[in-house]
């Protein structure tokens, strides 16, 4: 039978169901790329890897097919599809081999293929993010990334959540950070200006407009109206810090509940993490395998101890204590009033309590307009969760619904009402108490793979002076 009458006969199957067949003698057709290629007198043995999964496949070539000649100049990274029957594997550690019938050479690699097999750094492996994927640490990560973004649609619906879509495109600054992407259609050697300022009037929306830090504010308008939604989307902050933690573009899951007070939200917030915890560790046990072994030693323990453990709950001021009183020095000085450092959120959850943590009720000063404010007219219902290894993970807030005194916070901020007349509107016409959160999806793919540097959990990172790719 000729090879593509072989091929036109079977259906395309993953190795990752390969290796889990219990069919020997199937005909299977699998498609994928080398990792390895050795040769003897009369076969060739070629690793095969689809991406499906960690694992890579056998394939037994003999000299019996026509194109053997040049099935011997296979090189690492060309891209192949192999038909043949899958029998059982002779060689350690593996269940499965193709003995194949047909090979159909799809692309063949140059021998200058950067991927060649050896350990590579991760410094050198972000200079050629198109192809690091296909390496094993990446490819699992990536497939991580991808099974926890299913967990968490399911968590949502399984709560009854409506998904959102929020703009990324607008002209609020959510946090008044004021590290902003503006975004233009002026010509920027030319911009039309009014009394030697950038005349944004003229702009495509007819004022300053930026890519967004947060979805939160108009996620609360849905909130307000069809009662628990969220968004998990792209959100974006200009902070020119070249740190591990850090990336200009970077994902945000935010749900908004209606109804809902700040001690609602925390026990959400300590629910949705142990559950994205424990889903990772009962469905991607073969790649977390990979990062325990390589990357982070105590990688299990600690996700066991998140999964299992009853987070502490302590007011900020006791945390602040907690931290002047511990005897330690720290690079940055314990006061009450300042945000805490990662070098406090480690010691908290690592050092004095060895589990997570959940901080609430912050000086408002340190925070932003739209949380509730205390009766003690000093603190705002807010609250970050903190855990063991990465720090804070989700930062919320009970938000103020009570339109005089957003009013006045807006006005103390010195944030202009006529920007957010329709957040302000939304507490004239049934406002409620509501409640939500933000939790930065790349840190919690760094906590559950051990990674330590939050460009390797994306797969193309924009940093400060670049975006390549």
Known sequence: MANKEIISTMKRTKIIDLLASEGSGEKVLCKGWVRTRRGSKEFSFVELNDGSCLKNIQVIADQSLKNYPDIEKITTGSALSVAGALTPSPGKGQKWEIQAESIEIIDLAPDSFPLQKKRHTDEYLRTIAHLRPRTNKYGAVFRIRSELSYAI????????????????????????????????????????????????????????????????????MLALSLGDVYTFGPTFRAENSNTARHVAEFWMVEPEMAFCDLAGNMDFAEAFIKYLVVYVMENCMEDLALFAKFVDKQLMATLDNIGSSDFERLVYGEAVDILKTSGKKFEFPVSHGQDLQSEHEKYLTEIHFKKPVIIFDYPKGIKPFYMRLNDDNDTVAAMDVLTPRIGEIIGGSQREERLDILEARLEELNLPKETYWWYLDSRRYGSVPHSGFGMGFERLLMLVTGIRNIRDVIPFPRTPKNIEF
């Open 153 to 220: 649609h399911r968590f949502f619906r399984e709560q009854g959540f409506k998904y959102i879509h929020t703009p990324i495109l607008t002209a609020s600054d959510c946090e008044g950070a004021g590290e902003l992407f503006r975004v233009t259609t002026f010509d920027p050697d030319t911009p039309p200006k009014i009394q030697g300022k950038v005349d944004y009037q003229q702009d495509f929306f007819g004022k300053e407009t930026n890519l967004t830090v947060s979805g939160q504010l108009s996620a609360e």
